[in-house]
């Protein structure tokens, strides 16, 4: 049985083009964001998927201390909130800290949710009541 759902304005299903999600790991500045949106909506409408553009403001999951996690949420959001305008892709991102989730402003058509992390950072985990912890 194949069940068809909507991502935003897209149809998702087996009766539907591909479904891709693709983007840089982080947002680095607007034009480079805006550059790659533009050349993957471009290939995407050549090889007929369908896209949503995904990036993160904020990569919590570095392997060092010292390493770049992206803009911030203010800034990345501003980003991404230009991506959408300039391209037209519906956008997803993800979040790293518990005061992130009420944050994804209208733009954002889908967020990553927690359940499908392999790998959940200590530093959500900590801030999460022990009932979201299972989501």
């Not at 954002?108 to 900590?126: D, E, N, Y």
Request: with cysteine.
């Amino acid at each position: 049985m194949s069940i068809d759902v909507q991502i935003g304005s897209l149809p998702v299903g087996r009766s539907h083009p591909l479904l891709v999600i693709a983007g840089p790991c982080v947002l680095q500045d607007e034009a480079l964001a805006v550059h790659i949106a533009a050349h993957l909506k471009t290939v995407a409408q050549r090889l007929n998927v369908s896209l949503v553009f995904k990036a993160s403001f904020d990569k919590a999951n570095r392997t060092s201390i010292d390493s770049y996690r992206g803009p911030g949420l203010e800034e990345g959001l501003r980003i991404l909130s230009t991506v959408k305008q300039v391209t037209g892709l519906p956008i997803t991102t993800d979040i790293h800290e518990a005061r992130q989730r009420s944050r994804p402003p209208k733009f954002v058509t889908c967020c990553k949710s927690l359940r499908f992390w392999l790998v959940k950072p200590i530093c959500l985990l900590r801030q999460l009541k022990p009932a979201e912890q299972s989501t």
